[in-house]
Structures are given as structure tokens and as C-alpha cells.
């Protein structure tokens, strides 16, 4: 049987993720309570799993940051502030 982690099981808080021990795996029992080991599964003859996650951004060219800095601060904004999203009632950030 082949088992792939739940989502719930990679989360770990709103915008963190982490790697299980086992995130995909070969099982011989239904409910996937023990996993093969890679040397398991080879010896029984099932083929190696790779399991990958993909990510990307999207962004603005400099230009329309540059922009809509300016456009904030003609509105009595300062553009380097949360002075912004806390106006429109968006969640803040910290670093």
C-alpha cells in the first residue's frame, strides 16, 4: 500500500511547513501502521519515491511598488509603515 502524508501532518503554523519523518511511504499493512524502509521497498520489488514540493512567487516590477509608495504617501501615508493595512483593516505582519 502506498500512504502519502496528510497536508495537516506538513503544516506547522499559518505560513511555516516542516517535513515529516516519513511524508510518502510503502506499507504492507492496510492502515499504513508500519512503513518499509527504502531498502524494504526495493528488496519487494516496489519503486523508490520522491515526494517534492513546489513553490513560487509572484511580484510587481519595481516600478509599481515604486508607485504605489508614492501614491500612499500623497495620501498622508508613510509608505514604509503598516500605517496602510492597518487603515483597510489587514492582518500585520512581523519580522
Do not use: M, N
Not at 519523518?21 to 521497498?41: F, I, M, Q
Not at 508613510?78 to 512581523?94: E, K, M, T
Request: glycine letters at 6%; proline letters at 7%.
Amino acid at each position: 500500500y502506498l500512504f502519502l502524508c496528510p497536508i495537516k501532518d506538513l503544516k506547522i503554523g499559518s505560513s511555516s511547513f516542516r517535513w515529516p519523518d516519513c511524508p510518502v511511504y510503502w506499507s504492507l499493512a492496510p492502515a499504513g501502521d508500519a512503513c518499509l524502509s527504502t531498502e524494504e521497498a526495493r528488496r519487494l520489488g516496489f519503486p523508490s519515491l520522491e515526494l517534492r514540493i513546489h513553490t513560487w512567487a509572484r511580484s510587481w516590477d519595481a516600478s509599481v511598488y515604486s508607485s504605489l509608495s508614492q501614491f500612499h504617501q500623497a495620501k498622508g501615508f508613510i509608505p514604509d509603515s503598516q500605517d496602510v493595512a492597518r487603515h483597510l483593516g489587514a492582518p500585520l505582519f512581523q519580522l
